[in-house]
């Protein structure tokens, strides 16, 4: 939606897909509003979030479940990205 919205940009719907169209930037060089993408269901790329600076991403966790801002460098995070 955000990068519909302001940049005319029409990302594919799953993470997987979005990362396939992503050019990958290290975890080092993140700027906000890169995708950040992680292994939650053991298998690469099946969850994606948007970096918003400071090690924080936005994301939501799950289905029903409110949109959050996590820390890339919590544990769980972190061994997944």
Sequence with gaps: YV????LGLVLPRRAAEQ???ATPVAREELRPGDLVFFN???RAF???GVYLGDGKFVHAPSKGDRVKVSDLNER???RRY
Excluded: E, F, L
Aim: hydrophobic residues 45%.
């Design 3 to 6: 990068y519909a919205h302001t």
């Design 76 to 78: 769980y995070w972190a």
């Design 40 to 42: 939650t269901m053991r």
């Design 19 to 21: 990362a396939q169209a």
């Design 46 to 48: 099946s969850h994606v």
